[in-house]
């Protein structure tokens, strides 16, 4: 899955585990050999953006890209429709945290689509179950 975004400034493409820029900068989790441990925010020139790792999920390193500007946050690989087990410990409340970034309004795109918030609440109660039976 790939999320491009372009603002007046520069462009980033968006990954589950990297967001890069036009101008090369990469950012990713320390935990796969990049240097970003929660957050990193700036303008594109005339969109406000947020990269943020809230915790594991699936794979670990998943990234959240938040685009205050359209009201959409990018979940990527952190939303999956079919859960396979093993369900690791840490992946609901990684969820939990992610829909604290959301309104009823906000668009969720993932690499299976673009979900609303409520099928992310109905995702974490399926990881909730998956998780504890």
């Known amino acids: 899955m790939e999320w491009e975004i372009s603002g007046r400034d520069r462009t980033l493409t ?3 585990c990297e967001v890069t ?16 441990e929660s957050v990193w925010a700036g303008d594109l020139g005339n969109r406000y953006i947020e990269v943020v790792h809230l915790g594991p999920g699936a794979h670990g390193g998943e990234l959240i890209l938040v685009d205050s500007t359209t009201g959409t946050v990018v979940i990527g ?3 999956t429709p079919d859960i396979t087990a093993p369900v690791p410990a840490d992946w609901p409340a ?3 945290l992610a829909l604290g970034l959301m309104t009823a309004e906000t668009v969720v795109v993932t ?23």
């Open 21 to 36: 820029f036009d101008d090369g900068t990469r950012l990713a989790h320390t935990s796969l050999g990049g240097d970003l």
């Open 77 to 79: 690989d952190l939303y």
């Open 94 to 96: 990684t969820i939990d």
């Open 111 to 133: 690499s299976a689509g673009t979900i609303d918030r409520d099928e992310v609440e109905a995702f974490h109660q399926r990881l909730l179950g998956a998780l504890h039976g």
């Open 14 to 16: 968006y990954r589950p």
